[in-house]
């Protein structure tokens, strides 16, 4: 076996509850059942709890939003067996014969997008995001490994353009309207919501929308400015937007469900709850994820890893949320090169560690420590853990 | 094919003699280093620390073997440090040791981190001042008044000690991390490079240096390359080569220009389109750049092979040896632990004819140039015991898994040989296996 397969899960977070038990539920798991909850309760001010506990979250370093809603997730990613074919050979996709002119009928290229190869894609392009994300959080930014991951997410992104999928993921992506300076985070969580009020119920699976109308793959790589509102990890300015988003897509293979209505006509593959959570759809109360309006070329797409410009929270929950989150991030010299102190590991040994350490030094105070405790104590309650 | 033809003839040695293990309880060894003379080997490790081992003569009792090497002198090179501007921890880890060549009774070595490289002196000193005047034995102050003649101080030996210190500190020019130096021929100058940027210095000026390759994009959005290894030619000393993460490789001249971003020579392989796949350009990454002896070949490793180029010709290399070929179809995985981006080392022998480099599950490989014969070994305490003779190892790649054969499944991921020296005369090679220091050396018959 090919050792060390990184354990994208929470680490366990040993936390007491009021008898003095020790509560070993992962933090991620309770940001699900968290959010979960959230949704069929409707209530709003457990929400901003929520929203606050993911604040803390990245604060202390968590790189938590896309990684907690992995959990259990792992296997999906790297798909075993047959689907390993694309990537093992190295040939070129099977598909490839298949698929018509990119510019044909979006039916022909979601049929590619739905073929193994597309998955295996799909689930590399999310790999490469999270990592992306996950070296910005590093005291040492290997330069060289960003740029040959950088690298590959441009390739990938550049054959999906001649696919055809990225132009139909656009087009869809500028029909639905989607304002660019929004949260991941909290967009999904407003969603949740949303979609549970909309579905009346406790939260169903959202299609794939376009199927029929079109494959809406992630765009969060694409968008050139992506806006800076960082969700849940204020270390990654680029990121947390790209690989939440990126992961909500790659989980499934599929994209995120960004179409409002839900036309089953679409495949669905998840199969479990907590994926509704992530299938998220676009916006109903016009919180739109950093989509541009204007649909972007292949070539425009890959804004790299930079958040251009600070953009101001329309919502001033929003900016209470993120007040602390400081600009200077976004000069990519920074994002490239600058880390904040952490401990120094890999990227998966931080996330191993990070019950065994304590927070660095400078990413939390002992007063988010302890706010972070009492909210995952409130957490707990609140799910009925 | 017996193992009896592997230790006969490959590679002209190692059928090696264990003959040094040392446990680095602490910390993983991040470079390895002989000498001119192979007299001395440095190691430093991610700690910040140099230890350095000398080569004890050979003892008369034993003539067959030769000298071990011993623990030297240790020092602490580097210091964690904090870069208040950008709230970056600079991690102390010796990413790089060159030596100078030794000019007296002293030794020189650069050791660099990510951001600063220091000119350490290591001197011996076996002798002691004796009868001071002004002094007592015990260092106390004598009261002028009470002196009543005069002696001459008496050089007396004493325990051999072994003092390192820093004599420069060439700072603050690198604002990425430092891959690699490299002592020029001239011995005056050395390089020193970054991920985008080369420097020039004398070393004897530390308070400026000169820029000569730049590949720092106006817009670094546009950056999908950076520098991975550089070093000076061995004979020349206007010329340098440097590396690149697409698997190419220029070789610059000084005279040309004092900006040396426009190669002389370019060196690069087409790829083989078959082979094509998302992985492709991460593993053409070159990882190390190494010019042979003779200054007439250069040998480059990336993830799974090793390179040997002719200086003459640019278009592809003349040698090419595949050290894991098996990993191919593990990529995936690989990429998913990142293990595809390990960056392994490679080294020629004294006399050019033979390489090698280090690989996974602690095994490194050794290739003769000239019979095209390889061999595998491993350096672990369990495989092979002192004064022992190394035997090979294969990995096998078919269903059918022979005895004494690994399974590609079984290999151990974490156990990497990124780092290996080989002996500028001598067949002795030093094999650094995480935390723990191999030497291996042929049998005398």
């Not at chain 1, 509704?276 to 797409?301: F, I, K």
């Not at chain 1, 919502?315 to 993120?322: K, Q, R, S, T």
């Not at chain 2, 623990?71 to 501007?85: A, K, M, W």
């Amino acid at each position: 076996m090919i050792s060390s397969e990184p354990d994208l899960r929470f680490p366990c977070r040993r936390s007491y509850d009021r008898d003095g038990n020790k509560i070993t539920q992962t933090r991620g798991v309770l940001l699900q059942t968290g959010l979960k909850w959230a949704e069929t309760v409707l209530n709003k001010s457990c929400l901003s709890l929520i929203q606050k506990y993911l604040k803390l979250c990245s604060r202390d370093r968590l790189h938590c939003y896309c990684l907690c809603l992995s959990t259990g997730k792992r296997d999906n990613m790297f798909p075993k067996g047959t689907k390993r074919k694309f990537s093992d050979s190295g040939e070129e996709p099977a598909v490839s014969g298949d698929e018509p002119a990119p510019a044909a009928a979006p039916s022909a290229a979601v049929r590619a997008l739905t073929s193994a190869y597309s998955l295996q894609r799909q689930s590399l392009l999310d790999m490469s995001l999270i990592k992306l994300q996950l070296c910005h959080m590093l005291v040492e930014p290997n330069l060289c490994r960003s740029v040959l991951i950088a690298n590959t997410v441009r390739q990938i992104q550049e054959e999906m353009t001649q696919d055809g999928t990225w132009q139909i993921m656009t087009q869809a992506l500028a029909a639905a309207q989607c304002p660019t300076d929004r949260l991941v985070a909290t967009e999904v969580l407003c969603r949740q919501t949303d979609a549970a009020a909309q579905a009346g119920q406790s939260p169903k699976p959202f299609s794939v929308v376009g199927l029929e109308e079109g494959y809406h793959a992630e765009e969060v790589v694409m968008e050139g400015d992506v806006e800076t509102e960082v969700t849940m990890s204020t270390l990654s300015p680029v990121s947390p937007q790209l690989s939440s988003a990126s992961y909500l897509a790659g989980t499934f293979g599929m994209g995120p469900c960004w179409e409002e209505d839900e036309d089953d006509d679409g495949e669905c593959e998840e199969d479990e709850e907590e994926d509704s959570e992530e299938c998220v759809s676009e916006g109903e109360e016009g919180d739109r994820d950093h989509l541009s309006a204007d649909s972007r070329t292949g070539e425009q797409v890959f804004g790299t890893f930079e958040i251009k410009h600070p953009a101001p929270p329309p919502d001033p929950a929003l900016e209470e949320l993120f007040s602390d989150v400081d600009p200077s991030y976004y000069d990519l010299d920074t994002v490239l090169t600058g880390m904040q102190s952490a401990p120094k590991m890999g990227p998966y040994d931080l996330l191993e560690s990070l019950s065994s350490h304590g927070p660095t030094a400078l990413s939390s105070s002992s007063s988010c420590r302890s706010d972070l405790n009492e909210l995952d104590h409130i957490m707990e309650i609140i799910v009925g853990s | 094919m017996t193992k009896k033809s592997h230790t006969v003839n490959v590679p002209d040695l190692v059928s090696g003699i264990h003959s040094v293990f040392c446990p680095f309880s602490a910390d993983i060894i991040s470079t390895v280093e002989f000498n001119y003379s192979g007299d001395l080997l440095a190691t430093g490790d991610k700690g910040g620390r140099v230890v350095i081992f000398q080569h004890e003569q050979e003892s008369k009792n034993r003539p067959q073997l030769r000298g071990e090497y011993n623990v030297y002198s240790t020092f602490q090179s580097h210091e964690p440090e904090f870069d208040y501007l950008k709230s970056l921890e600079i991690e102390e880890k010796i990413n790089k040791i060159r030596w100078l060549p030794q000019q007296n009774a002293a030794h020189f070595l650069l050791s660099t981190n990510d951001k600063t490289i220091k000119l350490w002196k290591i001197s011996e000193r076996d002798k002691r001042a004796e009868g001071y005047n002004l002094k007592d034995e015990d260092g106390r102050l004598r009261d002028p008044f009470r002196i009543t003649s005069l002696r001459v101080p008496v050089l007396m030996p004493m325990d051999l000690m072994v003092e390192a210190s820093p004599r420069r500190i060439f700072a603050n020019a690198h604002t990425y991390h430092i891959n690699s130096i490299s002592v020029n021929s001239d011995h005056e100058t050395y390089l020193s490079a970054d991920d985008l940027r080369i420097n020039l210095w004398h070393l004897e000026i530390t308070d400026r240096s000169f820029n000569i390759v730049d590949i720092k994009p106006a817009n670094m959005e546009e950056l999908t390359e950076v520098i991975t290894a550089a070093e000076c030619h061995p004979l020349q000393c206007n010329v340098f080569v440097y590396s690149s993460s697409k698997g190419t490789i220029r070789l610059c001249d000084m005279r040309a220009a004092a900006l040396c971003d426009r190669h002389s020579k370019f060196f690069e392989e087409p790829e083989d389109p078959s082979s094509r796949s998302f992985f492709s350009e991460i593993i053409s990454s070159i990882s190390d750049v190494k010019f042979s002896h003779s200054g007439r070949y250069m040998m480059t490793r990336d993830y799974l092979s090793v390179k040997v180029w002719d200086l003459n010709m640019e278009n592809r290399p003349v040698e090419t040896y595949q050290v894991h070929e098996y990993l191919r179809s593990k990529l995936c995985s690989l990429y998913e632990n990142d293990c595809i981006f390990d960056k392994f080392e490679c080294c020629w022998n004294g006399s050019d004819s033979a390489i090698m480099t280090g690989s996974y599950n602690n095994f490194f490989r050794m290739f003769d140039r000239n019979t095209r014969r390889d061999i595998t070994l491993e350096a672990s305490r369990e495989s092979s015991k002192p004064r022992a003779t190394l035997k090979p190892r294969k990995v096998s790649t078919g269903g059918k898994r022979k005895k004494d054969e690994i399974s590609v499944d079984s290999l151990d991921f974490n156990k990497k040989i990124l780092h290996t020296a080989w002996h500028p005369k001598d067949n002795v090679i030093a094999v650094a296996a995480t935390n723990n220091l191999y030497i291996f050396q042929d049998k005398i018959n």
